[in-house]
């Protein structure tokens, strides 16, 4: 790929818009299943639990959710009008049930009040936030007492290797993201580095190194 459609790639991965949205939207939730899996098994699930999702993009995992526990009341926030859109349309039976929400956020503050949620994930978005300590004292802020937050992302190490990541990323590995947590005021409980091979944004099959940190209060 030339370097202006690797950087036109990078800025969908961020935020998706248009026809060329739709379709990176499906690949992502493709390539990026492996670590939503991991995300969600890594956060403990109790029936009655209200659950926030950062950047679900279409939220083609919701299922897989709903499917480890089916009594939950579930939020995705995205940054992308289009994938608010989209994630709606394709969990409509969810959302018109009331089971499930997504809603359009500015990227840095989070539209719910205090102590909202009893757990959240987000999955590979770490990268895009502007100013990740304000933004994780921003989700410690809408976590329940006793709430976990399961914070997933792929290592630098492997990040680096990928030719669109030079545009608009911001590469992490455990030890900074530690640190910022730390800064936020979370603690670790658990840490959950896994590897496993996948087709990469550009075609090729390459191992990727991740890492689920589950993240209290």
């Known amino acids: 790929m030339e370097e202006k459609e690797l950087e036109e790639l990078a800025g969908q991965l961020m935020c998706p818009s248009g026809a060329k949205g739709v379709e990176v939207a499906?690949?992502?939730n493709a390539t990026n299943s492996g670590m939503t899996f991991n995300s969600i098994g890594n956060l403990p699930l109790e029936a009655g639990m209200k659950i926030l999702e950062i950047g679900p993009g279409n939220a083609g995992h919701l299922e897989h959710?709903?499917?480890?526990?089916?009594?939950?009341?579930?939020?995705?926030?995205?940054i992308s009008e289009l994938m608010v859109t989209e994630a709606a349309q394709l969990n409509r039976s969810s959302v018109t049930s009331g089971k499930a929400s997504f809603?359009?956020?500015?990227?840095?503050?989070?539209?719910?009040?205090?102590?909202s949620f009893d757990g959240v994930f987000t999955v590979n978005t770490i990268y895009f936030w502007?100013?990740?300590?304000?933004f994780l004292e921003e989700i410690k802020r809408v976590m329940k007492p006793g709430a976990a937050f399961?914070?997933?992302?792929?290592?630098?190490?492997?990040?680096?290797?990928?030719?669109?990541?030079?545009?608009?990323?911001?590469?992490?590995?455990?030890?900074?993201?530690?640190?910022?947590?730390?800064?936020?005021?979370l603690t670790i409980a658990t840490t959950?580095?896994?590897?496993?091979?996948?087709?990469?944004?550009?075609?090729?099959?390459?191992?990727?190194?991740?890492?689920?940190?589950?993240?209290?209060k």
């Open 103 to 115: 809603v359009l956020y500015n990227g840095s503050d989070i539209p719910f009040e205090d102590e």
């Open 65 to 78: 959710l709903f499917g480890k526990q089916r009594d939950l009341v579930y939020t995705g926030l995205d």
């Open 192 to 216: 959950d580095v896994q590897h496993e091979m996948v087709k990469s944004k550009t075609g090729e099959q390459v191992e990727r190194r991740f890492t689920t940190l589950l993240l209290v």
């Open 26 to 28: 499906t690949m992502m």
């Open 130 to 134: 502007e100013n990740p300590v304000s």
């Open 150 to 185: 399961a914070l997933t992302f792929a290592d630098a190490s492997f990040m680096e290797t990928l030719p669109f990541t030079k545009f608009v990323f911001t590469l992490y590995d455990s030890g900074k993201v530690s640190e910022l947590a730390a800064q936020a005021g």
